[in-house]
Structure formats: C-alpha cells, structure tokens
C-alpha cells in the first residue's frame, strides 16, 4: 500500500494526511486488502496499512534523507 496524492506524477501526502487515514482505517473490521491489478494482502492488512503509514510519514519528514 502507498500514500500518493497523485500516483502518477509521485507527489506525497503529508505525513499528517497519512496518519489520519490510517487510523480511519483501523476503525474498520478487515482482514485482507485487495488492490485494482488482483493481488491481495490476504491477512493482517491493517497493520500492513499501519506500516505503510508510519514508513510513509517518516520518509516525507525527512528521516531517510540520509539515504536519497
């Protein structure tokens, strides 16, 4: 799962965005996520979501720049 504000030209959410949608999507009852290309997280997608997020908003803080 990514967080993109537009997918094709790459530009991020903010890391506060992130964090809001992920914790309205904690509020679901869901195991398994599936995508538009057919493939699945076929269980414990809400921390696969959880992971997503919080690796998202530490990259848009800035606390990989290290590595860019």
Excluded: C
């Amino acid at each position: 799962m990514s967080f993109l504000r537009s997918y094709p030209n790459r530009l991020p959410l903010s890391g506060g965005v992130v964090q809001r949608i992920a914790a309205q999507a904690e509020k679901l009852h869901f195991d398994r996520l599936y995508n538009n290309f057919g493939t699945a997280v076929p269980a414990d997608a809400k921390a696969v979501i959880r992971y997503s997020a919080d690796r998202h908003t530490a990259w848009v803080r800035g606390d990989h720049d290290n590595l860019t």
